[in-house]
Structure formats: structure tokens, C-alpha cells
């Protein structure tokens, strides 16, 4: 037996969005979304690395990429115990959006790849 609704076929339940609305928001937004927060990430550790280390601001923007990109050459590192911790921090979150970052990036290729495909049929 199949089940039934009171709600005509086609038609979302009363209060929600229809399907694909939501998701086609995000999926325009995404990489803008996405890569706005890797970029506050990088003034973040800049400004922080700038204060608690007082290194220049190209060394802090440096230490900044060189620590998300996980490269770690050694020629800069935390001396304080509270910029050791922010790095801790830093460097989770960080590599944790640069993963949501590359997740999207191939979700947006595999989307056009799709959208390819389909104009070819």
C-alpha cells in the first residue's frame, strides 16, 4: 500500500521552501561564503601574529600561509605560550575551511561538469 498525503502531488508542505530554492542559494554563494572566511581567516592570524609576536606585517601574513598550507619551513615560530595556543587554534579551524573550501570548489566543478552534460543530450 502507498502512502497518502492531503497535500496535491508536486506541492511542499505550508512553511517551507520549495526544494532546490534554498540549495540553489547556497550553491551560487558558496565559494564567495567560503572564500570570505579564508580570507578573515588570514587577516586574523596576520593581525594576531602582528601583536603577540610583534613581527612586521609580511611576516605575520607569512607565518599566517605558511602555517594553513601546513609547510612549516621554521623560520619563523610562536614564542609565547598564547600565540602557541591562537596556533593551535589557528591551525585547526583553518585547515578545517580550507577542507570546506576545497568541498566546494569540486561540488562547483562537478555542478558545471553536469550542467556540461546535460546541454549536450
Known sequence: MEATS????GNEPEGSEPTGVTSGVWERRSSSVVSGLAAGTLLTGTVVYHLLEDWSWVDSLYFSVVTLATV???DLAPTTDVSKLFTVVYLASGLSLLAAYFNEAM????????KRASRRR
Do not use: F
Not at 6 to 9: A, K, L, Q, R
Not at 107 to 114: L, S
Open 107 to 114: 561540488k562547483r566543478r562537478e555542478r558545471r561538469a553536469a
Open 6 to 9: 492531503d497535500e496535491p502531488e
Open 72 to 74: 612549516g619551513y621554521g
